[in-house]
């Protein structure tokens, strides 16, 4: 059963730096495109970045400039950097993966979130 848990969430001062990590475990992780999304209090889920099995990656134009997602094929990771993180930012960040098979269709794995906390 595919599981995918992030990591690395807490409480950063604007304007500075913050690494969150995703381990996926039980699938084959290469075939999938892994992605960050976030949540924001009383706010819808929003797409953050991707990252497709090839390594092609896209941003909400919000964090262009700022975040970066990368991957690890080799140990299931992958990863946001985030810098000059801003209040704004403030939501708890899901992981979550889509085969390449399915396209532009909705991702059918999804972790727990971690809660990144910007204070201003």
């Known amino acids: 059963q595919a599981q995918l848990a992030e990591s690395g969430g807490g409480l950063v001062q604007a304007g500075g730096s913050l690494r969150v990590s995703c381990a996926a475990s039980?699938?084959?992780?290469?075939?999938?495109?892994m992605a960050w999304f976030r949540q924001a209090p009383r706010k819808e889920r929003e797409f953050v970045a991707r990252?497709?099995?090839?390594?092609?990656?896209d941003y909400t134009d919000s964090v262009k400039g700022r975040f970066t997602i990368s991957r690890e094929d080799a140990k299931n990771m992958v990863y946001l950097q985030m810098d000059s993180l801003k209040a704004a930012d403030t939501a708890v960040y899901y992981c979550a993966a889509r085969h390449r098979w399915r396209g532009t269709g909705p991702y059918a794995y999804w972790g727990q979130g971690t809660q990144v906390t910007i204070s201003s």
């Open positions: 039980g699938l084959p992780f290469s075939w999938y495109t």
């Open positions: 990252i497709t099995w090839t390594g092609v990656t």
